[in-house]
C-alpha cells in the first residue's frame, strides 16, 4: 500500500511503502509540529519586543493593525446648498430711473465700448434685509475715476429704494463685513490723477433705519514717490573679513 508524504522545502510528492511509509510520516508530523511552536514562540517574542518599544504600554502608538476597515468621510455639502446667489440687477437701468441721480451724473453714463459701462456693482447684505443690497459705482471711461457711489435697498415687491448717495470726484463704495466702506482720494493743487495727496476712509453702519458714520480714517501719501526723478541707488558689496 502507497502512502504521500511531502517532501519539504520544493513542495513536490514523492511515494514510499508500507511501514517505513508510516515512520516517515510520523517523523514529518512530529518535526512539523517542533516546527509551528518554535515559531509560534518566535512570534509571541516579536509581538512582546514590539509592544515594549512603544514605551511600554503594550499597544502600538499608531493606532489599530491595518486590517481594520478604513472608514472614509464623505465632506458635507449642507452649507454650499443653503447658500443662494443674489439676484443680478441692471444697474445702469436702475442709475437712469433714479431720481436721486444727479443729472449729470446720468447724462454722462454712456457705454466706454459696445454695451460696456463704467460702472461696478457689488452684492450684499449690509441694511439687515432679508435680501442682498446693490452697491453701485460710476466711473469715468478714460481713467477709472470714480464719481458717484449708490447704495439701494431692496423692497418687497422686488424693486429697490435708494438709501445712499454721494457724488464726488474719486469716490468708490465697498461691502466689508456688513458695512459700507466709502474710500474718498484727496487731491491738491498741480496732483496728478494717478498721484492724490491722500485719501479718507469712511465706514457707514446701517441703523435706525439709515446709514451712520461708525469710523473715519485720513492717509497722507508720500509725494516724492512716483515723481519718477530719482534713479535707483548702485548695488554694493558687502565686507570682506
Known sequence: MRGLTGSGDDGTVTGTTGVAAAGA??????????????????????LFAVSCSTGGTG????????????????????????????????????????????????????ACSGDEYPVDTSYGRITG?????????????????????????PRADGTYRNVFTVE?????????????????????????VAYPSGD???????ANGRFTERDRVRNDFNRAVGAGDGDLPEPTEPPRN
Open 25 to 46: 510520516g510520523r517523523r514529518l508530523l512530529t518535526g512539523w509540529a517542533a516546527s509551528s511552536a518554535a515559531l509560534a514562540g518566535l512570534a509571541v517574542f516579536g
Open 59 to 110: 499597544t502600538r502608538d499608531e493606532g489599530p493593525a491595518g486590517a481594520e476597515p478604513v472608514v472614509q468621510v464623505t465632506p458635507s455639502t449642507t452649507a454650499a446648498a443653503t447658500a443662494r446667489p443674489a439676484p443680478r440687477v441692471d444697474a445702469v437701468a436702475l442709475l437712469k430711473a433714479d431720481p436721486k441721480v444727479s443729472g449729470r451724473v446720468r447724462m454722462d453714463l454712456k
Open 129 to 153: 434685509g432679508s435680501s442682498a443690497d446693490v452697491v453701485v459705482n460710476v466711473m469715468t471711461c478714460g481713467d477709472s475715476v470714480g464719481v458717484g457711489t449708490y447704495v439701494y435697498r
Open 168 to 192: 464726488q470726484p474719486a469716490v468708490y463704495g465697498t461691502i466689508d463685513r456688513g458695512d459700507l466702506v466709502v474710500t474718498t482720494q484727496v487731491y491738491e493743487k498741480k496732483d496728478a
Open 200 to 206: 479718507e476712509v469712511i465706514t457707514y453702519h446701517w
